[in-house]
């Protein structure tokens, strides 16, 4: 029963992926869309690729909201990088430093890594088990990571996971 559960989540978040990139609602392209859904759960389930680590949970209101702060984060970074690009007078001083990751799944410390990675001015260089390298644009950037509010907001959706 957990196969099948796992197999209509993933349809149904696959068909809504299609519908909002697609933007087109006519009868011929539902169709289109809702085959090619089916085809991919299918295939799916037949390489017994359908498990908890790949479930989408993203419909999760937990999920939701790290989604909008982390969309938050890279918008007011995108500012600041911006800002720092347009007007050489504002320091630049780029810096790499360690970060503990306290995930407890390879899910939670790979959505870590990435998230770290979307938020300009922020790349993961290296991750080893629990630590990541971390290079920053900025000291203000990198003690904004060193605060660890990143880390917590990761650790309460992977709960989720």
Known sequence: MG?????INLGLFLF???????GHYTPLLLLLGTVSTLLVVLLTT????IDREIQPVLIKPSVLLYWA???REIVKSNIDVSRRILNP?????PTI????????TELGRVTYANSIT????????DVEEDLFTVHALTQEIAADLKRGEMNRR?????KVF
Do not use: Y
């Not at 990761?154 to 992977?158: D, I, K, N, T």
């Open 46 to 49: 037949r390489a017994d690729l």
């Open 16 to 22: 809504a992926l299609w519908l909002l990139l697609s």
């Open 154 to 158: 990761v650790c309460e959706v992977e």
């Open 69 to 71: 702060w982390l969309g």
């Open 118 to 125: 979307l938020v300009p001015g922020t790349v993961t260089v």
């Open 97 to 104: 430093f360690t970060l503990r990751a306290t995930q407890k």
């Open 89 to 93: 007078t504002l320091p630049i001083s």
């Open 3 to 7: 196969k099948l559960r796992h197999a």
